[in-house]
């Protein structure tokens, strides 16, 4: 196999066929996607059809807690996962820059299998692109994702109510600090690192604990915590107003936020989910949510209310108020 991608490897050729081949079936080999179809047949499934479809451009693409690969193939399942699905299956399109490192590549393949493995859900069809050098930066993905939603689930930013629980299922803006500091080759101490994870898992574990309670879930991936709850308050037209103590977060996060002024509530997450719940059963929705390794850092954040219609209000620690606007510019470019 060639050290390093060429122009030849992207032109559908016997060169193609070989990267396929010895890398991409190496590791994501499955019956569907070993058909090597311009389309993969699918068998039936009982229940509504989700699909989503997000493109990965982080840099670096090699960072403390993972890489592009698994970054893709996470991000994608937990966009289903949001709206109540079951994943079943996802694509993977690659752009790769002329004159990249094969082995890197190979590992990138490597997690994405591994990743896809772990949650279950697999790679069934693809493509791959190459673009002469100096035209993308190393490798771009994309995946699209399908998921099945059972047809009494309902669960979209349009159904939070007044006096429900807003709860986060675990510490703020650990991706967002890890990408930050891996680009500026910062040292921070402590052991930071990205929380990349499918997060399908702990969605099963709070639809069979209270089906029907839940009326939102969102994960907080680009624009952070306060874009997200800004956009569910503008789509319902409700106060979300949440508790800035309560808000978990690692030491060494928060040091780093503090050192170079920057707000958590606007840093990316790529494995940590808001559910918006009926007050009845927040409580046992939290302890299902405690109970797996996804959720082990849950906590209440807040509560939805009439108080500020469309609007984010915060309690800081200090016991003042804030409106958290959504993210305007973007200080922390191509973190996913």
Partial sequence: MDKYILLDHGSGGLVSQNLIGSLFLKYLKNPVLNQLEDAAVLPPEHGQLAFSTDSYVVDPIFFPGGNIGELAVNGT??????????????????????????????????????ACDYAGVPVVTGDTKVVPKGKADKVFINTSGIGIVEVDINVTARQARSGDI?????TLADHGITILTSR?????????????????????????????????????????????????????????EIDEQAIPMHGEVRAACELMGLDPLYLANEG??????????????????????????????????????????????????????????????RIC
């Fill in 184 to 240: 500026a080759s910062l040292q921070v101490d402590g052991n930071l690192k990205s929380d990349t994870r499918p997060l399908h898992f702990l969605v099963k574990k709070i639809m069979a604990e209270a089906p029907g309670a839940v009326h939102t879930m969102r994960d907080p991936t680009r624009g952070g915590l306060g874009t997200t709850l800004s956009e569910i308050a503008k789509s319902t037209n409700l106060c979300m």
């Fill in 77 to 114: 399942i937990n966009d289903l996962a949001m709206r109540g699905a079951r994943p079943i299956c996802l694509s993977l399109g690659l752009i790769l820059e002329e004159g990249f490192a094969v082995e890197e590549l190979e590992e990138i393949i490597k997690s994405i299998a591994n």
């Fill in 272 to 333: 940590k989910c808001l559910v918006i719940t009926a007050p009845e059963e927040a409580e046992a929705i939290l302890a299902a949510m405690c109970s797996v390794s996804e959720g082990v850092d849950s906590c209440i954040i807040g509560k939805v209310t009439k108080k500020y219609p469309g609007r984010v209000v915060l309690t800081t620690t200090s016991g003042g108020h804030r409106l958290v606007e959504p993210l305007s510019g973007e200080p922390l470019p």
């Fill in 166 to 170: 807003i709860l986060l299922s675990g």
